[in-house]
């Protein structure tokens, strides 16, 4: 049964930097695309960054383009969100999952989230 488990959130300033970090078991990392969303409550969930299964490919939002950086670890089965330049709006819960190919939606598994907390 595959298992992801977010780690690394917390209470950071604006402008001020956090990294995620996510690691998998249960399925063979090298695999799958990795992604990484957020959900704030009453609101859509939305796509923030995915990385290919070698980590060669990239895709992020608009909305954190040059700010966020994804990368991902694949002898420690474990994926990476840098965030920096972090701004109050980014404030919400993070989640990794993981699917078989490059994609904005419908991923296969997830994780239980972390939340990341951004103070003006």
């Known amino acids: 049964q595959a298992q992801l488990v977010e780690s690394g959130g917390g209470l950071v300033q604006a402008g001020g930097s956090l990294r995620l970090s996510c690691t998998t078991s249960g399925l063979t990392f090298s695999g799958y695309v990795m992604g990484w969303f957020r959900q704030a409550p009453g609101k859509e969930r939305e796509f923030v960054a995915a990385?290919?299964?070698?980590?060669?490919?990239?895709d992020y939002a608009d909305s954190v383009k040059g700010r966020f950086t994804i990368t991902r670890v694949n002898a420690k089965n474990t994926v990476y969100l840098q965030m920096n330049s972090l701004k109050p709006e980014d404030t919400t819960v993070y989640y990794c999952?993981?699917?078989?190919?490059?994609?904005?939606?419908?991923?296969?598994?997830w994780g239980q989230g972390t939340q990341v907390t951004v103070s003006s």
């Open positions: 999952a993981a699917e078989s190919s490059m994609a904005r939606i419908e991923y296969t598994y």
């Open positions: 990385i290919s299964w070698s980590g060669g490919s990239t």
